[in-house]
Structure formats: structure tokens, C-alpha cells
């Protein structure tokens, strides 16, 4: 109850603010437009005010309807997907035939490829959706427990890459010093920019790494240490390791050949 209330009070202190910039209509209209625009489309007021839907006739807003229908499904298949990693992630499911069970689920509800390997309490959510938000998974990857990735900015998995127990990867973040001249959502107070992340066939991400928004993409065979934080592209056939993660190692592409070939 208090939720809904705190939301209806965050419209209308918005319905407000338009009105006091257009006072085209009243009040009573933005507050209401809001809110259908909301149930409709399912999106947040951020948009709203982005596309300046207030300021639009019915041409105009048809336009739109594109953009923000396909943003919808985006957010309800990521709102599937939550109810997926909590019923599914749960360790009732890591007895061998429930194993088979919430791997199948899992390729169902996300594009998967042959032989992935889900463990418990795997996360995988796209914590501020947009046209960018996709989550694609190549052939025999291993998720371990305790995984949790955001797919907001879109995140690319290759095959036969192994992500060990407790890694955070993540594609959004908060430009809280101004520093970006350009963000995808601003309201004054919540700078908020995505990137999309590669990771390239045969990487090894290690226990406790953490993969921070910016870094584009991490190349094949490469290794990320356990515990490191990765914060900018790591090319292919190296370790990386530290806070921040850089480079301790390199060597020839011949040391790991693709996991299907010969090892």
C-alpha cells in the first residue's frame, strides 16, 4: 500500500512540474496521462517526459507507439525472467533431475544455446530496460552459483565460457560527477548511461570478478583472476587480474584452443 501510494505521490508532484511549464491542461490531465501512459506501455515517467508525450497530439504519439511497445515486451520477458531465477534458482533445484529442469527453463526463457549449465541463484535481470537490453548465450556455458548479471546495455556470451561462483557483471551506471555529456536518462538526480558488453568464446571468469560497465567487450581464451574488476576491453589471450584488473599475462592463442577442438 505505502508503495502505491509513494508512486501516485512521485505523478503528481511530475504532473505538477509540466503543469507549471505548459499550462496547456490541467493538472488533473497530466496526473491522469501519466498514469495510463504508464499501464499502457508499462515503462517509467523518466520516459515519459523524454519523449515529451504531454506535449504530443494523437499523430504524434502514434509515432512512438513503435518504440515504446517493443520496450514493453522487453519488460515483461525481463519480469518473466525474474520469477524464473527465483522459483528456478532456488537450491531445491540442484538435485540432478531438477538440475535438468531449471536448465531447460532457463534456455526457454532466455536465447541459450546446447549444453548451458545453470547452478543456484543465478540473477540474470535487466535493471533498467531499454531498446539495448538483450541477454544471448552461446553453447556449453556454465553459470555457477550466485551469479548475477544486468543486461541492461545488453550482454553477449560466447561458448564453452565458464563464469565461476559470485561474479557480477554489469552494463549500466550512474554518472554521478556529470562527467558523460551524453546519458540515457537524466531527471536531474539519476544520470544513468548503458553499455553493451562481448564476452568472446572460451573466457574464464574467475570467483568473486567483477565486470563494471564500460568494458565493452573481453576477448577469447582470456582469463579475468579471481577477484578482479574489470573496468576497461581486455584483449584476447591474456590473464588480467586486480582492482582495477590489468594485464599480468599473455600468451600465444595455442595455449587454449577452443574447449570442442583440442585443449
Same mark, same amino acid.
Do not use: Q
Given at each position: 500500500m505505502y508503495r502505491i501510494f509513494s508512486y501516485l505521490l512521485k505523478v503528481y508532484k511530475k504532473s505538477l512540474i509540466i503543469f507549471n511549464e505548459q499550462r496547456k491542461k490541467t493538472k488533473v490531465f497530466y496526473f491522469i496521462d501519466i498514469l495510463l501512459f504508464r499501464l499502457k506501455y508499462k515503462t517509467t515517467i523518466e520516459k515519459y517526459l523524454e519523449l515529451k508525450y504531454y506535449n504530443k497530439d494523437r499523430k504524434e504519439r502514434k509515432k512512438d507507439d513503435v518504440e515504446l511497445t517493443l520496450l514493453k515486451e522487453i519488460y515483461l520477458k525481463n519480469k518473466r525472467g525474474i520469477k524464473v531465477c527465483y522459483k528456478y534458482g532456488s537450491r531445491v533445484y540442484d538435485n540432478s533431475f531438477r538440475q535438468y529442469k531449471r536448465n531447460k527453463v532457463y534456455r526457454k526463457t532466455y536465447i541459450m544455446g546446447e549444453n548451458c549449465f545453470v547452478s543456484s541463484n543465478v540473477y540474470i535481470n535487466c535493471s533498467h530496460p531499454s531498446l539495448l537490453s538483450k541477454f544471448t548465450?552461446?553453447?556449453?556455458?556454465?553459470?555457477?552459483?550466485?551469479?548475477?548479471? +544486468?543486461?541492461?546495455?545488453? $550482454? =553477449?556470451?560466447?561458448?564453452? $565460457?565458464? *563464469?565461476? %561462483?559470485? @561474479?557480477?557483471?554489469?552494463?549500466?551506471?550512474? +554518472?554521478?560527477?556529470?562527467?558523460?555529456? =551524453? $546519458?540515457?536518462?537524466? +531527471?536531474?538526480?539519476?544520470?544513468?548511461?548503458? &553499455? =553493451?558488453?562481448?564476452?568472446? +568464446?572460451?573466457?574464464?571468469?574467475? &570467483?568473486?570478478?567483477? *565486470?563494471?560497465? /564500460?568494458? /565493452? !567487450?573481453?576477448?577469447?581464451? %582470456?582469463?579475468?583472476?579471481?577477484?578482479?574488476? @574489470? &573496468?576497461?576491453?581486455?584483449?584476447?589471450?591474456? @590473464?588480467? %587480474?586486480?582492482?582495477?584488473? =590489468?594485464? @599480468?599475462? !599473455?600468451?600465444?592463442?595455442?595455449?587454449?584452443?577452443?574447449?570442442?577442438?583440442? *585443449?
Open positions: 548465450c552461446g553453447k556449453n556455458v556454465k553459470l555457477n552459483k550466485d551469479v548475477k548479471i +544486468d543486461y541492461s546495455g545488453g $550482454v =553477449e556470451i560466447g561458448n564453452w $565460457v565458464l *563464469i565461476a %561462483s559470485g @561474479v557480477h557483471i554489469s552494463t549500466h551506471g550512474h +554518472d554521478l560527477l556529470r562527467l558523460k555529456s =551524453e $546519458v540515457e536518462i537524466d +531527471d536531474n538526480s539519476n544520470r544513468l548511461y548503458l &553499455t =553493451e558488453l562481448i564476452i568472446e +568464446d572460451n573466457v574464464v571468469i574467475n &570467483t568473486r570478478a567483477m *565486470i563494471r560497465p /564500460g568494458v /565493452g !567487450k573481453i576477448g577469447e581464451n %582470456s582469463i579475468i583472476m579471481a577477484g578482479a574488476v @574489470v &573496468t576497461k576491453r581486455v584483449p584476447p589471450n591474456v @590473464v588480467v %587480474s586486480g582492482n582495477p584488473a =590489468e594485464i @599480468v599475462m !599473455k600468451f600465444p592463442a595455442e595455449k587454449r584452443h577452443i574447449r570442442n577442438k583440442v *585443449i
